[in-house]
Nanobody
Framework: QVQLVESGGGLVQAGGSLRLSCAAS????????EAWFRQAPGKEREFVAA????????TYADSVKGRFTISRDKAKNTVFLQMNSLKPEDTAVYYC??????????????????WGQGTQVTVSS
């Protein structure tokens, strides 16, 4: 059973930075990509960023381009989300997800097989 565990969330002032981590429990599980999604209160879960596992190809939501960077440490089986220039509208629970296979798009929630429990990010103005 694969488990994804997020960490690194917290409270930060607008303009600040946070780095989220997502560690996978099963070192050898096959995956096509990992991603970060977020869900703000009263809103649907939305795509933030994704990275393919073999070629490190990254994609980002327009709202975070130029501010957030997704990366991974294959040896540590961990994916990171570096968030800079944070805005109050970035406040949300952030979830990491892993897709075993490519299903046409890495920005669609239903294309992911495994999910973490989420970590809260709060940006104060």
């Amino acid at each position: 059973q694969v488990q994804l565990v997020e960490s690194g969330g917290g409270l930060v002032q607008a303009g600040g930075s946070l780095r989220l981590s997502c560690a996978a429990s099963a070192l050898t599980f096959s995956r096509s990509a990992e991603a970060w999604f977020r869900q703000a209160p009263g809103k649907e879960r939305e795509f933030v960023a994704a990275i393919t596992w073999t070629r490190d190809i990254t994609t980002y939501a327009d709202s975070v381009k130029g501010r957030f960077t997704i990366s991974r440490d294959k040896a540590k089986n961990t994916v990171f989300l570096q968030m800079n220039s944070l805005k109050p509208e970035d406040t949300a629970v952030y979830y990491c997800a892993a897709a075993q296979f490519y299903r046409g798009s890495y920005s669609i929630m239903n294309n992911y097989d495994y999910w973490g429990q989420g970590t809260q990010v709060t940006v104060s103005s």
